[in-house]
Structure formats: structure tokens, C-alpha cells
């Protein structure tokens, strides 16, 4: 059944058809889909659009269709046009006249801008109490690693030493931006366009209010024009995982690097690796390179919709029916990713004793070995260049910072002078001082950690209380 084929004298052509159709896609929006008539045939009833008998016979069959769905008695039929036309034929099957009156007033440019505000409200929730399941597993993580002292890195090269739980911590603060957008993106996506039409709202009297508290919006649109081409909140959305995506590949990454040969930081559960059909030694961090992977078709759906949007003019444009499939993949994507990477992040090994050994090497403590000579009374730049003489004089000996002996130190070349060399300056350079010393909030002490700890838990405890 077309809803608008009255008009026409011929049937469409049959690739055309299937060309135009988007019910392959869009049959995954059938409950909001009927969700937002049963709402609306119950507003037409109380407005006295149509009769009380003829609303309460439309949403006890629209009941009854949703049932039957999720069921699985009644199979969404791919030769439909899109699910809008397959709920109301149904419709229309089961009651006859009276499911015409279903769209009175309604056109399916603000039906479907509403069913994609419904679904999108929905899938924020979700990937939200996704983020919610990360959040908890990076703490655990980090409180069981406040003195698992691992190098920090700049330009991949070892730069100074800090705590596993401090690098954990950094990519919950990461997360917690994304949860933090995607709040923000659903107050956006939280408003009604059902009363709009097609592009100039309708002479029928709607109540776009009552409609706005039935499906649990928080206001109506402003503007029928743009409420019908708006899709700046699919959009956003999609901006919002591609930077969940983003956060997600860097995290996986450095797992990646961790668990090779070279580094030797992590084991990766098998459950979450593949072998070689070749090499019989191979274990592959396979799935933490599928989500690397899988970030570019976040990135191309948000391109794609960028792409999509910018030269429509108002209002409704059949182009606009190419958002779906960017939104619908980058929420899978997203939620198999989040899924995934959870499950392998909570059963990987960390290589406590080789993450130490790392950060001994590679001079992490030259900065610490400056700041002990400022605080001897050197101005820092004089110090700076010390504690790179120092570096490259244990570089030729094939030494670490704290092998030097006092005679070594104490020598013209390195104090002039000016400053004695005494044992605390081995203290000072040990990584565990290193660590510790660096006691401001966000830094990586114990101290710090324990206290960044307690505010991550109470982030996710009041996010908890947020959900539905």
C-alpha cells in the first residue's frame, strides 16, 4: 500500500522501489514508530478529532501489532516501504476505516523525526549505562594498581615514571567527557516534532503539549520548518561516538603495544586474542585491533551525515532518509565495541614486575634529578643542563642515574662547586619517590590516586542514581 499513490497513474518502477524503499533499515524503529501513533491517536480522541471509539480501536490494534512483533507472529514485511507504512497497513487490515484516521493532521516527515528523537533517547541510555559498566571497571582496576609503577610516555619514548592506576585513571576522565556529551546531546534530541506535518504544521488542534508529556519529552519544537529538517541531533550524536570510538582506540592501542614482545606490560586473556593459520606460536590482540579499526566507520557515518546535510534547503528533503543507516551502524558499532573492549579490559594480566623494570630504564628520573639540584639552590635551567650531563655521562657508562657513585657526581663537571652531592639525592631519584613526590591533585602519588579513586566512584554513584 502507498499512502500517496492516489495521485500517481503509474505503478513505480520496480528498482526504483526498492531504491526508495527504507523499511530493510528502518523496521528496527517499529516500537517507537508505534509507540509515538498510540500516543497520537490518543490526543486525537481527546481533541475530539476523531471519535473516543475510533481512538481506543486504533491503540488496542497498535497494542496488538507491537505484540505481535516482538512475539514474532507478525514478520515485518521487507516489501513495504518504510516501517510508518507497514504499521498503518496492518492497521488498516485489522480495523478498516477507522485506522484511516490514524495520520490525521500527521505527516510522516515529523512521524519520523520523532520515531529517530525516540530511538536516539533510548540508545543514549544504553550506551550510557555502557559507559557506566567502563567506569567501573577502570576504578577496580586503578585501585588495585595505586603502586604498580609503570614509565609514562611523550612521543612514545619513556619520559617519567608513574602508577598504572594513574594511567587508568586518565582514560575514566576521557570517558567521562563522552558520558558528559552524550547528557548533553539528549537534551537537545529532547523535543517533540509531532504537530509540525510536513513542513507548515496543520489546522487540526493538536495538543503538541499533551503529546510532549505522553512520550516523555521535555518540550515541543519551535519551528515546523526546522523541526522536519532538523537532523543536527543525529548528527551531534554520532559526533558523541565518534569520540567514544576515539577514546576507545587510543586505550586499545597502547594495549596493543603492551602486549608485544617489546613492552611485555599485559597478557590479553585468550578469550579476547586469535592465532596465526600459519605461525603456531601467534597469539594476536585481534579484537583490540578490530575496535582500532572499526573507529573509521564512526568517523565516515559522521562524515557522511556532515556531508548529507549541508546543502539541503527547507525543509524535508527524501535525501534526509540517508541518516538512518549512519546512525543505526555507528550505535552498533559503539555498543559491540564498549561490549568487547569491557569483557577483555577486565580479564587482561598486568605484568606488574616488567612495568617496574621499564620504568627504571631509559633515565624517567632525569626531571626528579633537576628538581633535587633546585632545590640545592640551583636556578632550574642550570639544573636542567647538569642533569642532562649527568645522563649522558651514565649513557657512556652504561649506567643508570642512581649507579653513579658520590665520587662520580661530586666531581667539577657536574656540581662545580656549587652543590654536594649527598645520598638523598638517590632518594629523590628512586621512582618511587618520583611517584610520590608528585602529590598534587591529579598527579600520580598514592596520595593523589587514592583521592582521584574516591571521586571517580562518586561520579559513578551519582550516575547510578541518573538512570531510569
Given at each position: 500500500?502507498?499512502?500517496?499513490?492516489?495521485?500517481?497513474?503509474?505503478?513505480?518502477?520496480?528498482?526504483?522501489?526498492?531504491?526508495?524503499?527504507?523499511?530493510?533499515?528502518?523496521?528496527?524503529l517499529?516500537?517507537?514508530?508505534i509507540?509515538?501513533?498510540?500516543?497520537?491517536?490518543?490526543?486525537?480522541?481527546?481533541?475530539?478529532i476523531?471519535?473516543?471509539?475510533?481512538?481506543?480501536?486504533i491503540?488496542?490494534?497498535l497494542?496488538?501489532i507491537?505484540?505481535?512483533?516482538?512475539?514474532?507472529?507478525?514478520?515485518?514485511?521487507?516489501?513495504?516501504?518504510?516501517?510508518?507504512?507497514?504499521?498503518?497497513?496492518q492497521?488498516?487490515?485489522?480495523?478498516?476505516?477507522?485506522?484511516?484516521?490514524?495520520?490525521?493532521?500527521?505527516?510522516?516527515?515529523?512521524?519520523?523525526?520523532?520515531?529517530?528523537?525516540?530511538?536516539?533517547?533510548?540508545e543514549?541510555?544504553?550506551?550510557?549505562?555502557?559507559?557506566?559498566?567502563?567506569?567501573?571497571?577502570?576504578?577496580?582496576?586503578?585501585?588495585?594498581?595505586?603502586?604498580?609503577?609503570?614509565?609514562?610516555?611523550?612521543?612514545?619514548?619513556?619520559?617519567?615514571p608513574?602508577?598504572?592506576?594513574?594511567?587508568?585513571?586518565a582514560?575514566?576522565?576521557m570517558f567521562k567527557?563522552?558520558?558528559?556529551?552524550?547528557?548533553?546531546?539528549?537534551?537537545?534530541?529532547?523535543?517533540?516534532?509531532?504537530g509540525?506535518?510536513?513542513?507548515?504544521?496543520?489546522?487540526?488542534?493538536?495538543?503538541?503539549?499533551?503529546?510532549?508529556q505522553?512520550?516523555g519529552f521535555a518540550?515541543i519544537?519551535?519551528?515546523?520548518?526546522?523541526?522536519?529538517?532538523?537532523?543536527?541531533?543525529?548528527?551531534e550524536?554520532?559526533?558523541?561516538?565518534?569520540?567514544?570510538?576515539?577514546?576507545?582506540?587510543?586505550?586499545?592501542?597502547?594495549?596493543?603495544?603492551?602486549?608485544?614482545?617489546?613492552?611485555?606490560?599485559?597478557?590479553?586473556?585468550?578469550?579476547?586474542?586469535?592465532?596465526?593459520?600459519?605461525?603456531?606460536?601467534?597469539?594476536?590482540?585481534?579484537?583490540?585491533?578490530?575496535?582500532?579499526?572499526?573507529?573509521?566507520?564512526?568517523?565516515a557515518?559522521?562524515?557522511?551525515?556532515?556531508?548529507?546535510m549541508?546543502g539541503?534547503?527547507?525543509?524535508?528533503?527524501?535525501?534526509?532518509?540517508e541518516?538512518?543507516?549512519?546512525?543505526?551502524?555507528s550505535?552498533?558499532?559503539?555498543?559491540?565495541s564498549?561490549?568487547v573492549?569491557?569483557?577483555?579490559?577486565?580479564?587482561?594480566?598486568?605484568?606488574k614486575?616488567?612495568?617496574?623494570?621499564s620504568?627504571?630504564?631509559?633515565?624517567?628520573n632525569?626531571?626528579?634529578?633537576?628538581?633535587?639540584?633546585?632545590?640545592?639552590?640551583l636556578?632550574?635551567?642550570?639544573?636542567?643542563?647538569?642533569?642532562?650531563k649527568?645522563?649522558?655521562?651514565?649513557?657512556?657508562?652504561?649506567?643508570r642515574?642512581?649507579?653513579?657513585?658520590?665520587?662520580?657526581?661530586?666531581?667539577?663537571?657536574?656540581?662545580?662547586?656549587?652543590?654536594?652531592?649527598?645520598?638523598?639525592?638517590?632518594?629523590?631519584?628512586s621512582?618511587?619517590?618520583c611517584?610520590?613526590?608528585r602529590?598534587?591533585?591529579?598527579?600520580?602519588?598514592?596520595?593523589?590516586?587514592?583521592?582521584a579513586?574516591?571521586?571517580?566512584?562518586r561520579?559513578?554513584?551519582?550516575c547510578?542514581?541518573?538512570?531510569?
Amino acid at each position: 500500500m502507498k499512502l500517496w499513490g492516489s495521485r500517481f497513474s503509474e505503478q513505480t518502477d520496480e528498482k526504483a522501489n526498492a531504491f526508495h524503499s527504507s523499511i530493510t533499515f528502518d523496521k528496527r524503529l517499529y516500537k517507537h514508530d508505534i509507540l509515538g501513533s498510540i500516543a497520537y491517536a490518543e490526543m486525537l480522541g481527546k481533541q475530539n478529532i476523531i471519535t473516543s471509539a475510533d481512538s481506543e480501536a486504533i491503540i488496542n490494534c497498535l497494542k496488538e501489532i507491537l505484540s505481535d512483533i516482538e512475539n514474532g507472529s507478525l514478520l515485518i514485511d521487507d516489501i513495504a516501504e518504510d516501517i510508518h507504512t507497514f504499521v498503518e497497513s496492518q492497521l488498516i487490515t485489522r480495523i478498516g476505516d477507522a485506522g484511516k484516521q490514524l495520520h490525521t493532521g500527521r505527516s510522516r516527515n515529523d512521524q519520523v523525526a520523532l520515531d529517530m528523537r525516540m530511538y536516539i533517547k533510548d540508545e543514549i541510555g544504553e550506551i550510557n549505562s555502557q559507559l557506566i559498566m567502563l567506569f567501573e571497571a577502570l576504578i577496580e582496576t586503578a585501585k588495585n594498581h595505586i603502586d604498580t609503577i609503570m614509565p609514562g610516555f611523550t612521543h612514545l619514548q619513556k619520559a617519567q615514571p608513574i602508577t598504572l592506576a594513574h594511567h587508568v585513571i586518565a582514560y575514566f576522565q576521557m570517558f567521562k567527557r563522552d558520558y558528559e556529551r552524550l547528557q548533553d546531546c539528549y537534551k537537545r534530541t529532547d523535543e517533540m516534532p509531532l504537530g509540525s506535518g510536513a513542513l507548515a504544521s496543520t489546522t487540526y488542534p493538536l495538543d503538541r503539549q499533551f503529546l510532549a508529556q505522553k512520550l516523555g519529552f521535555a518540550r515541543i519544537t519551535a519551528n515546523s520548518l526546522d523541526a522536519v529538517s532538523d537532523r543536527d541531533f543525529c548528527i551531534e550524536f554520532v559526533s558523541c561516538l565518534s569520540l567514544i570510538m576515539m577514546h576507545l582506540s587510543r586505550f586499545c592501542e597502547e594495549l596493543i603495544l603492551w602486549s608485544t614482545d617489546a613492552f611485555d606490560f599485559i597478557e590479553i586473556s585468550d578469550a579476547y586474542a586469535t592465532g596465526s593459520s600459519i605461525m603456531p606460536q601467534k597469539k594476536n590482540p585481534d579484537m583490540a585491533e578490530l575496535i582500532r579499526g572499526k573507529t573509521g566507520r564512526v568517523y565516515a557515518s559522521l562524515m557522511g551525515l556532515l556531508t548529507l546535510m549541508k546543502g539541503l534547503p527547507l525543509s524535508y528533503n527524501k535525501d534526509m532518509q540517508e541518516d538512518k543507516e549512519a546512525v543505526f551502524d555507528s550505535i552498533d558499532t559503539v555498543k559491540m565495541s564498549l561490549t568487547v573492549f569491557c569483557g577483555m579490559f577486565k580479564t587482561i594480566e598486568f605484568k606488574k614486575d616488567n612495568m617496574y623494570k621499564s620504568a627504571l630504564g631509559a633515565y624517567t628520573n632525569a626531571t626528579d634529578a633537576a628538581d633535587w639540584l633546585v632545590k640545592k639552590g640551583l636556578a632550574f635551567r642550570d639544573a636542567h643542563e647538569v642533569s642532562g650531563k649527568l645522563v649522558r655521562y651514565a649513557i657512556n657508562k652504561g649506567l643508570r642515574l642512581d649507579e653513579l657513585t658520590l665520587e662520580e657526581l661530586n666531581t667539577d663537571k657536574f656540581s662545580n662547586g656549587s652543590v654536594i652531592f649527598d645520598e638523598t639525592f638517590f632518594k629523590a631519584i628512586s621512582v618511587e619517590e618520583c611517584v610520590n613526590a608528585r602529590a598534587l591533585p591529579g598527579g600520580p602519588s598514592a596520595k593523589a590516586m587514592a583521592e582521584a579513586i574516591n571521586n571517580g566512584e562518586r561520579y559513578v554513584r551519582s550516575c547510578l542514581d541518573e538512570q531510569p
